[in-house]
Structures are given as C-alpha cells and as structure tokens.
C-alpha cells in the first residue's frame, strides 16, 4: 500500500471542505452537504452538525426547528447532487432526536459507559499481562507456576466470553517494547478466547487455548528477546534464523515444568504452522496443526499486523482482516478465519474510517453477531468537545464508508480524541 498517496487523498478532501458559504434555508437542495452554524451542537436536536441534505424533509425539520441560515459546503454540495435526486424521500427516523435534553442524556450515558469502559478493559489487560509475565517468571526460575491465578481470570472473563455482544477497544498506553510483547500475549489470549467460544469449543478448551496464547512467544526470551521477536521488518538472517526457533525452545521450556498439558504445549509449539504447510518448525499442514495452534496462529497474525509501539508499522483492523481473507487465507483454517471475521465484525472496532461526506471517524464497537455491517462509530468535529461528541451507527449516520484508514494515515490531533493512544487493547462486553 502506498502511504504517501493516501495522506494526499486526505489532505485534498480537507481543503475541499474550506470552500464554504452561508446560504438561506431556502436555497438548499437535495445533496447539499451543509453545516448548522447558527446553533451550539449540544443546542439543537439534529444528530449531526454537519451532514449531506438527502431529502427535502430534512429541509423542512430544519426551518421547523427555526434554522434560517446554514453554511454549505459547494465543492463537496456539487459533487454530491450529481448523485441524489430531488425527491420527496423520507427523513431518517434517527435524523433528528425529540429534543437537545434526549441529545445531552445519550452523550451523558456514552460517556459514563464508554470512557469508563475504557478504564476497566486497560485495567483487566494490564491484569492479564502482568499475569503473563509471572508465569514466565516462575517458567524461567523454575519456580511453582501460578496457574490457579489464571484460573481466576478465566472464571472472571468466561462469562463475558460467552454473552458478549460487542467487541470494543481501547487505546493502551505502552511505554516500551516489553509493554509491547506483554499488552500482545494478553491480547492473543483474549481474541483467541473469543474465537474458541464462537467455534463452540468447552470451557476447559478456551481456558487451555487462552493459556496456550498467553504464553505463545514465551520462547521468544531465549533466542535474543524483544530485539528479536519484535522487528519484524528488520531481521537480519541471523535473527530470523533465531526468531524462528521460539515456538520450540518454548514448547521445550514449558515442557521442563511438568505444569502444562500436552495440549497447550502444542499450542504453544505449532502457532506459526501454516495450513498450506508453508509455516514453522514443523512444516505441519492442515489439521494435523493443533486446533489451539490454528486458533493462535490467527489471532497471532491479526494482533501483530495491527498493534505496534510505532504508529507508522500499524495497519488498519479492517485491513489486515481483508489481507488475511484475501491474500493469505491459503494459511488459515478456513472455518475459524470466517468465525474470527464474524467476529470482530467486518468493520472491527479501532479502525479508522473516512466516510463517503468526507469525515473521519473511528469504529468504536462492533457486533460479535451478524448486525457488523452496521457498526458504531464516533466522529472528529473540531468544533465539538471529545466529552461531548456523540457516536452513532453507521446507518444513522446516513453516510457510508468509503475506506479505512491506517493509523498513521489519521493526523495525531484526531486520533488522539477519537483514541488516546493508537495501541489496541480488545475486551469483550455486553
Ligand atoms: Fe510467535
Ligand atoms: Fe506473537
């Protein structure tokens, strides 16, 4: 993908939106893509302050609203009437709220639920990485492993794993690259959990394969650590000769302990296996690949393509979800690949998106069911506080997506309200 030219795409869209007018009420069409400007967005009860006119209902909720003037976009209002018929259509239901009071009660509740969810799910990811870190320890000091810890976090996210409806994200803080390896075991281990439990594996089988995932790279501290596990577009043939020999020095140091089942070891020894047997060590094809290995080895891919300490390395969730299905699915098992797809939604949450009325937004939360073609999203307006910015779903919105965005791609000041930070965290929730 060429980057350069995607910044310029976005950079001509924003100076398309400088050209704009303040034009009566009365000279508005179908197609043109306004602003309200004469009242505070929190003010009025209109979803959006800025939107494509897409029937002359609209017109008229507005002028009953008292609005007599509005800013028009003309670049953008020419291109879009090439596209919309003046027609009678009808208003979206969800085009206007009963009032701005029911407006200020859901940014209220969005807040309360969303930004505090946030708190919780970094707190439950810190807990799960920090866990990964003292089974290492007692792995390497050959101490007695805390695996009835792991028990209790498992009895406490099972039950999410199995009523979750929604898969949302937060942007972790990470200071360096072992934060970095630690946030991708715990998030491996949470994504592997939720793919067993939609593939309809037992309790005892998620619990195994989550442990399996949260020590997938274990082996990765003898063969030159995050040096060599975590650049991955920069190895020399030496560290790729070493990197490629983590799945079995862990598989072999977990082995030693006399702690862990056969089953989570062969996790742990195939995750780079490829179903077309073009993976590692083993040359391993098909199902004769663990099942947890099969489940790690795409959980595995995922989190590496779209999380990393630099933000110029990571890719859009929705991206490498189409990579994975349309370039590399040869490797995959082809029935956990689609499971993972539908679940984290086809838009996954954490990906940023430019809409087709130019905006950028990012996924907040997508469906673990069949409604993820209609995620929610929450959308940049400079003129709008973040703690007062109102997500919506994608279909009231009343616009489509017409790409997704690579982080890199979104300028910091966006990404910083839209997310805080670009590292993805995944946690289930109802
Ligand atoms: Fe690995
Ligand atoms: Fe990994």
């Known amino acids: ?63 009953d609203y008292g609005i007599t003037d509005v800013i028009r976009f003309s670049s953008r209002s020419a291109l879009n009437k090439k596209s919309h018929n003046e027609t ?9 709220l009963s009032s701005s009071d029911e407006k200020k009660a859901r940014i209220k509740a969005f807040v309360d639920n969303y930004w505090n969810g946030h708190k919780e799910i970094t707190k439950k990811l810190h807990e799960l990485a920090s866990l990964s870190r003292q089974i290492k320890d007692a792995v390497f000091k050959k101490n007695s492993i805390p695996l009835h810890t792991f028990d209790h976090f498992y009895q406490d996210t099972a039950p999410l794993l199995k009523t979750s409806s929604r898969l949302i994200v937060s942007g972790i803080n990470i200071h360096n690259e072992s934060d970095a390896t630690r946030l991708h075991c715990a998030n491996v281990s949470i994504l592997t959990g939720l793919l067993g439990h939609n593939l309809g594996w037992e309790d005892q089988e998620v619990s195994d394969a989550m442990l399996a995932a949260l020590l997938h790279d274990v082996g990765g501290e003898l063969v030159g650590g995050a040096k060599v596990m975590r650049r991955r577009r920069a190895r020399t043939h030496a560290m790729e000769q070493a990197y490629r020999m983590h799945p079995k020095k862990g598989a072999e140091v ?100 430019q809409t087709a009325d130019a905006r950028v937004g990012m996924v907040i939360a997508s469906a673990t069911d069949n409604t993820s073609t209609n995620p929610q999203l929450l959308f940049y307006d400079a003129e709008i506080a973040r703690d007062q910015a109102l997500p919506c779903s994608l279909s009231e919105s009343g616009t489509t997506i017409s790409r997704a965005l690579a982080p890199s791609e979104v300028p910091e000041a966006v990404r910083i309200y839209l997310l805080p930070s670009h590292v993805l965290g995944y946690y289930p929730t109802t």
């Open 1 to 63: 993908m060429n980057r350069k030219y995607r910044k310029k795409n976005v950079a001509e869209v924003d100076a398309a939106l400088i050209e704009q007018i303040a034009v009566s009420i009365e000279e508005l069409h179908v197609g043109d893509h306004i602003k309200i400007s004469t009242h505070h967005w929190l003010n009025h009860p209109f979803l959006k302050s800025e939107f494509i006119i897409n029937s002359r209902d609209q017109i008229n909720a507005l002028k």
């Open 88 to 96: 009678e259509g009808t208003t979206r239901p969800s085009f206007r």
């Open 254 to 353: 977990l082995a030693q302990t006399g702690a862990f089942s056969a089953n989570v070891i062969a996790g742990v020894l195939q995750h780079h296996e490829r179903m077309d047997g073009s993976g590692w060590p083993g040359k391993l094809m098909g199902d004769s690949i663990h099942k947890y290995a099969r489940a790690i080895g795409i959980t595995n891919d995922y989190d590496l393509m779209v999380n990393s300490f630099d933000v110029q390395l990571c890719e859009s969730p929705h991206t490498v979800l189409a990579t994975m299905f349309y370039r590399f699915r040869e490797y995959y098992d082809a029935q956990f690949l689609a499971t993972f797809i539908r679940t984290l939604g086809v838009y996954p949450a954490g990906s940023f998106v």
